[in-house]
């Protein structure tokens, strides 16, 4: 079937052309679209493509930083300011992958992807989403929660850089080194205030049909120290409200029984 490709100046023409024609599909890195596209995918006829400027832009202001979501892996990992974040980054696939793949397409991405989707959740990150008529902001939480609802297109997400890059820990569990696609991956923002976990928020990919926050672990993490005692509670309920699929990579049984070890492994810091 022939697909046709249109390309906008700017997201705001580019969300008008997504939202007149049901059978089509917006592209930012292509790493999924092509794959389909390649598979004989009859469900889009049309490709909507956008070379707004700020679509690609990094903006790592002080304390919020904001990333186009057509932003990749790759100009992520060429960021000095984002050191925080070139785990995550590196994580997604390897480097062909990394060089188109974007931070607006990881949203989207099926289970058992979303690795950088996982990170942004525990950064408590935000959306902007350009509709036709304007637009708005998104928490990602909510975001992830109707997923399958949305069809508008992201021009951005914004979320709070570490208060110290120790405060951010991301550990993605793979069977095939170095490339594999995660069995899990978890993301935790840990900021302490004197000495005890003050804001904990900790989030799963792949351990739900999308990324999900571990909220038992953060209740059980709150006002704790990181020693050993202060990390036994939260391991003891890292699978609860967990569902994960069982796939090629891992039975749903085998995910739930992984994730406390990690969970403890990146708490005592020996990711
Ligand atoms: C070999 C291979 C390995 C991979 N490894 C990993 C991995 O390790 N970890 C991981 O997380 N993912 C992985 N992926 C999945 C994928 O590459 C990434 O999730 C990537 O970030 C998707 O971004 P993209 O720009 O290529 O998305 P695209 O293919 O362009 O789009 C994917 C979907 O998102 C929609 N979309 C894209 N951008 C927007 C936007 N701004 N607004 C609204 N909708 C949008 C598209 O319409 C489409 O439905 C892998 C994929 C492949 C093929």
Redesign the pocket.
């Known amino acids: 079937m022939p697909i046709t490709v249109k390309t906008f100046a700017s997201l705001g023409e580019a969300a008008s052309a997504l939202a007149a024609d049901r059978g089509a599909?917006?592209?930012?890195?292509?790493?999924?679209?092509?794959?389909a596209i390649n598979e004989g995918d009859t469900s889009f006829s049309t490709v909507v493509r956008s070379t707004d400027r700020g679509f690609a832009e990094i903006r790592p202001a002080s304390a919020r930083v904001t990333l186009g979501?057509?932003v990749t892996?790759a100009q992520i990992m060429a960021n000095r300011e984002l050191a925080f974040l070139h785990p995550v980054a590196r994580?997604?696939?390897g480097p062909a992958?990394r060089n188109?793949?974007?931070v607006?397409?990881?949203?989207?991405?099926p289970s058992p992807?979303?690795?950088?989707t996982a990170a942004l959740l525990a950064l408590d990150a935000t959306l902007s989403m350009q509709g036709s008529y304007g637009g708005r902001e998104t928490p990602l939480e909510e975001f992830l929660a109707n997923r399958e609802r949305n069809n508008?297109?992201?021009?951005s997400v914004t979320f709070n850089r570490p208060a110290t890059p120790e405060a951010f820990r991301f550990r993605k569990v793979a069977r095939v080194k170095p490339?594999g696609?995660?069995v899990l991956s978890i993301a935790a923002h840990l900021p302490m205030n004197g000495g005890r976990i003050a804001g904990a928020r900790v989030a799963y990919g792949a351990m739900a049909p999308t990324p999900i926050r571990a909220k038992s672990v953060e209740r059980a993490l709150e006002g704790r120290a990181l020693d050993e005692a202060g990390t036994a509670a939260a391991v003891a309920v890292a699978a609860e409200g967990t569902s994960p699929a069982t796939d090629a990579l891992a039975s749903a049984w085998y995910r739930r029984e992984m994730i406390a070890v990690h969970l403890k492994r990146l708490l005592a810091g020996t990711a």
């Open positions: 599909r917006f592209l930012a890195g292509g790493t999924l679209v092509m794959r979501a057509g892996m994580a997604v696939g992958i188109m793949a974007t607006g397409g990881n949203l989207f991405a992807y979303g690795d950088f508008g297109l992201v021009s490339k696609i995660s």
